[in-house]
Every structure is written in structure tokens, then in C-alpha cells.
């Protein structure tokens, strides 16, 4: 199994990313997938998920900013960021949710 995660980059307060994550080496269609992200000397938390039939579900401090989607005939899964914070710098990282499959991760900056 492969998670490869990609679209992070430097962006100014209020700015805007969208991040991708293509699978390989699995069953995409039937899983719940997941974005997690770490920020320095902080632990790995939830940040949003959606499940096979498209239930989404988001952390409380990205709720209404951003948004989940996955595109199954891709084996992708994004997060489309909107009004980004500083406190959002922090590595982002894919997973299949139950599973101890990770990406290794896209780095996102929130910074003027």
C-alpha cells in the first residue's frame, strides 16, 4: 500500500491550497479515508474524513473552511483549505482510516 500526498506549500493568512492524495496497492472504493496533520512538538490530530458512501466528518478548529472529497475512479482523496490560519502550518498526512497506512506527509505554511 501507497499514500502519496502532494499540493502543500507557503501561503499567506487567508490564503487557499487544495491537497491531494492518490492510494495504490489497495482497495480505495471501500475505505474511509483521513487527513491528519503534526505540527512541531505537537501530536498527530484528526482533521477530516470521509467515508465510502461520502459521510464527512471534521475537526472542530477546520470546521466550515475546509472541505473532503475523494474521487474514486482516481484512488484520490483531497482536502481543498479555505481561509487558512497560521495555526494550519503543520505537516498533512493521508491514511486509510483503521489501517497503520500513512503517507509521508505534505508540509503546509501559513505565513505573511
Known amino acids: 500500500v501507497q499514500l502519496v500526498e502532494s499540493g502543500g506549500g507557503l501561503v499567506q493568512p487567508g490564503g487557499s491550497l487544495k491537497l491531494s492524495c492518490i492510494a495504490s496497492g489497495m482497495r480505495f472504493g471501500p475505505n474511509t479515508m483521513a487527513w491528519y496533520r503534526q505540527a512541531p512538538g505537537k501530536e498527530r490530530e484528526f482533521v477530516a474524513s470521509i467515508s465510502a458512501n461520502y459521510v464527512k466528518n471534521y475537526a472542530g478548529p477546520v470546521k466550515g473552511r475546509f472541505t473532503i472529497s475523494r474521487d474514486n475512479a482516481l484512488n484520490t482523496v483531497y482536502l481543498e483549505m479555505n481561509h487558512l490560519k497560521p495555526e494550519d502550518t503543520a505537516a498533512y498526512f493521508c491514511?486509510?482510516?483503521?489501517?497503520?497506512?500513512w503517507g509521508q506527509g505534505t508540509q503546509v505554511t501559513v505565513s505573511s
Open positions: 491514511n486509510c482510516a483503521g489501517t497503520n497506512y
